[in-house]
């Protein structure tokens, strides 16, 4: 390989080291703390060039992991806004329901539906859903698929991409071990996932109040208790007429009210 083969790899190495650079820029600064810890604790325990060691390079270190942290918090601020694809949650057409398998076994399957908007100029392609809430162990999750609609036809498969300056309904649906919020759970869910795009990208989605299709049925108002209500309602409004008529016939003393005599015609 001669020298501008080296170039070019090496280039290609740094775009893409640098794409994500908030996690280097992270983990520098972590590496300083750690150095500065290792030093301090090695002055605390008084071992050989430790004290000199950190009262020469102890401030700096501090100084060096505080400055690149910094500057990975605003790289990666730059890294969310740079990105030109937009997740819009369906909650409407998305679900979550307990079932349970023939042998007792229990699932929790999340049914996922949102649209994806790709603004960027290349091909969009998504690779793996996460669940990061509910929070659930890794072990648990028995599936975790997610598909894409066809560009041109309305089919939905794994291996279809997002055109550029394109939008495309997208599906996931997550397989999980166990009753998710207990088997009598009820409430809407918050559910918050994370979709991962061909370039390692990871994506926040958030689906709120995400109802189980047996919501309407549970919550539902049952006849009697409508009926009751209503019957409440009518019977406090005769209470109230009777009593409105009662004080302009009676008065607050109880006594039928005379009637003033109409003054003659002069």
Known sequence: MGLAGFVSTASKVIAATWRHGSRLLLGISVGCYAAAF??????????AR?????SDYGIFLILAGTVFGVLAAVK??????????VLIANEQESLW????QPDGSAFTQFSLR???????????????VRLDWPWISRRRIF????????PEQNLYGRGFSIRRRSRRDCSADILVFGLVGGAQRRKPMNVRVSIQDHAGRWHKLVFRDLRTPQFRQIYQPRPWIRNGLLAAGAAIVLLLAAGWSWKH???????????SPESPDS
């Open 76 to 85: 990666n601020y730059a890294e969310r806004q740079n990105t030109k694809i």
């Open 249 to 259: 016939h009676f008065g607050a003393t109880g006594e039928p009210q005379a009637s």
């Open 143 to 150: 599936n975790a698929l997610v598909v894409t609609q066809h």
């Open 38 to 47: 290792v030093l301090w604790l090695g002055a605390k325990l008084q071992l």
């Open 114 to 128: 949102f649209h994806v908007a790709n603004m960027d100029d290349g091909a969009l392609h998504l690779s793996k």
């Open 97 to 100: 329901v307990h079932t349970a």
């Open 50 to 54: 430790a004290d000199e060691l950190w």
